[in-house]
T-cell receptor
């Protein structure tokens, strides 16, 4: 099916380190969304981006909507153990169907 | 408030059982969705309801039957499921069904088919 290219697939980092992950697409998106999912739970919205070039922060999280509208990145600064989980980027197609990246699994070593 | 609720949290059913999953939102959203998610994979869209009408069916087998009784509720009726249908079933909602709307997810129902 249709997917966004999300990387890296997984990360294992030390507590306190910064994290960066990104998503790219061959198609233009009008909205980029970043979700975090804990095991057995639903995805929780972290940041929503609506404008090309937009840079938005939510606490230690920062995300940017690429100027070409074909990419986005998410940074997490000073990681803590509760940052563990799977992070998904997503964007809605013109039909409204939400397309997801394959996810980045983050593990944080205390 | 951006809460979507789902019941039950967990469900175990046999292949001959009939059960229903329920989803509710009180954000005034007019689009509601059902997704299926396998472990370590992204959610896969099953159905979209817009203004209480079925707008998208992603070629889902008829053993899954969605229903939208009103603008706040979404059900998924299950009948004669297969073991491979075991997954996390997620409900989501958005203000409208468009390419600029943010979707908010519920906590999911973990389904096990024996």
């Amino acid at each position: 099916g249709q997917q966004l290219n999300q990387s890296p697939q997984s990360m294992f980092i030390q507590e306190g380190e910064d994290v960066s992950m990104n998503c790219t697409s061959s198609s233009i998106f009008n909205t980029w969304l970043w979700y975090k999912q804990d095991p057995g739970e639903g995805p929780v919205l972290l940041i929503a981006l609506y404008k090309a070039g937009e840079l938005t922060s939510n606490g230690r999280l920062t995300a940017q909507f690429g100027i070409t509208r074909k990419d986005s990145f998410l940074n997490i600064s000073a990681s803590i153990p509760s940052d563990v989980g799977i992070y998904f980027c997503a964007g809605p197609y013109p039909t409204g169907k939400l397309i997801f990246g394959q996810g980045t699994t983050l593990q944080v070593k205390p | 408030d951006t809460e979507v609720t789902q019941t039950p949290k967990h469900l175990v059913m046999g292949m001959t059982n009939k059960k229903s999953l329920k989803c509710e939102q009180h954000m005034g959203h007019r689009a509601m969705y059902w997704y299926k998610q396998k472990a370590k994979k992204p959610p896969e869209l099953m159905f979209v309801y817009s203004y209480e009408k079925l707008s998208i069916n992603e070629s889902v087998p008829s053993r899954f039957s969605p229903e939208c009784p009103n603008s706040s509720l979404l059900n998924l009726h299950l009948h004669a499921l297969q073991p491979e249908d075991s997954a996390l079933y997620l409900c989501a909602s958005s203000q409208e069904w468009s390419n600029q709307e943010t979707q908010y997810f519920g906590p999911g129902t973990r389904l096990l088919v024996l």
